[in-house]
Structure formats: structure tokens, C-alpha cells
Nanobody, 119 residues
């Protein structure tokens, strides 16, 4: 089992920044690929970003490319999402997720943290 706990959400004005953190436990962190997803009210959950086990490769949704940065610190068992130039349309609950490498996609999910961007 992997436990994931997100933090760092909050209320910010458009153009501002936030950094989300996700602390993992229960499994060797460096064995997990990690991702961030978000879900806005009335919308389906969508992919935001992904980082490989070593942190060497990252992937982003087009909507956040150039504004968000995913990173990880395997010594601290933590993955981060630095969000800059925030827009009101970034308002959502943000979830981190862990991929153990099975064929099931992401296997474990955090409880989510709310990000609200005011105009």
C-alpha cells in the first residue's frame, strides 16, 4: 500500500504562484512514477503532469506547459508541483497519484488539495 498526502493548496490571485507537495509512504518512493491530476467542479478529472522514477523525464498537459513544473525529491519521498502564472481556469482539486508500473495506470491516489485562483 502507498499513502499519499497532498498539501500546499489555497487561494491565490490570477498571475500568482503556489507549490503543491505530495508526501508518499508505504513503498520505496524511487520505485514509483508520480503524477498530478486535477478536477474542476462539473468536469472530469484531467492529467496535469507526470515525472518518471528518477525524475529525469517529465510530461505536461498542454494547458499547463510552460507554467507548471513537476519535480521530485526521492530522499524526502516527496513530489512537487510548482504552479506559476496561475489562471482562474486552474481552479480545481489537485490530486497526486502513484504508478507502481502495473498495467493499471495509476494505482494510488491522495485525498486532494483545493486550489482556487481568483480573477
Amino acid at each position: 500500500q502507498v499513502q499519499l498526502v497532498e498539501s500546499g493548496g489555497g487561494l491565490v490571485q490570477a498571475g500568482g504562484s503556489l507549490r503543491l507537495s505530495c508526501a508518499a509512504s508505504g513503498r520505496t518512493f524511487s520505485s514509483l512514477a508520480m503524477g498530478w491530476f486535477r478536477q474542476a467542479p462539473g468536469k472530469e478529472r484531467e492529467f496535469v503532469a507526470r515525472v518518471t522514477r528518477s525524475g529525469g523525464t517529465t510530461y505536461y498537459a498542454d494547458s499547463v506547459k510552460g507554467r507548471f513544473t513537476i519535480s521530485r525529491n526521492n530522499a524526502k519521498n516527496t513530489v512537487y508541483l510548482q504552479m506559476n502564472s496561475l489562471k482562474p481556469e486552474d481552479t480545481a482539486v489537485y490530486y497526486c497519484a502513484a504508478d507502481v508500473g502495473s498495467s493499471n495506470g495509476y494505482d494510488y491516489w491522495g485525498q486532494g488539495t483545493q486550489v482556487t485562483v481568483s480573477s
